[in-house]
């Protein structure tokens, strides 16, 4: 296998996302309209597209790539030696030190390496549930140009909350 245990078991809920995402696009795309929405703006659609697999799917296929690189990010976070296995790894640098290091994105431990691969695996599923939200105003049946006002909001919601579990992941390792 290409990913290690670990990442095999957090990427389920992106891989539940992704089968949920194709299987719905698959049952909706027959009762699509023949122009679907390709960009919605403040005031609503502003940009059409004529009904197609990669019009339609853009979405889906979006996240199949997002999950792919997401989860090579995770595991290369795992695979790599963190500072605290290393050689000389002594006492933690000063920030001065570590600023002209090569080690300065290095993991400070396999425990740290683990949280930052678990939050970037969630930051993706964050974004797998944002694209729902999408493609729930691209799969409407009827060309509608007006979008509901909460889209925006619960499109954004879920990025913020990837975002910050990360920063909190990131931030907490720099901090070891």
Avoid at 77 to 98: K, Q
Avoid at 105 to 125: G, Q, V
Avoid at 158 to 173: E, F, I, R, W, Y
Wanted: glycine letters at 8%; one cysteine or more.
């Amino acid at each position: 296998m290409v990913f290690s245990s670990p990442v095999r078991l957090w990427l389920l809920p992106n891989a539940v996302l992704s089968v949920a995402l194709a299987t719905w696009g698959a049952l909706r795309y027959p009762h699509l309209p023949e122009r679907i929405p390709r960009h919605i703006g403040v005031d609503g659609v502003d940009a059409w597209a004529d009904k197609s697999i990669g019009s339609a799917f853009v979405l889906v296929f979006l996240y199949a790539g997002m999950t792919v690189l997401m989860a090579g990010c995770a595991e290369l976070t795992l695979r790599v030696t963190p500072h605290d296995e290393l050689p000389n790894a002594g006492p933690a640098p000063s920030a001065a030190a570590r600023a002209g290091s090569s080690l300065l994105n290095r993991p400070s431990s396999r425990a740290s390496a683990r949280r930052i691969a678990r939050a970037l695996l969630l930051l993706n599923t964050c974004i797998g549930i944002s694209f729902l939200a999408g493609c729930g105003m691209l799969w409407r049946s009827a060309p509608d140009p007006q979008v509901p006002t909460w889209l925006f909001a619960v499109m954004v919601l879920p990025l913020l909350v990837g975002v910050a579990a990360t920063v909190v992941a990131a931030v907490g390792d720099r901090k070891r």
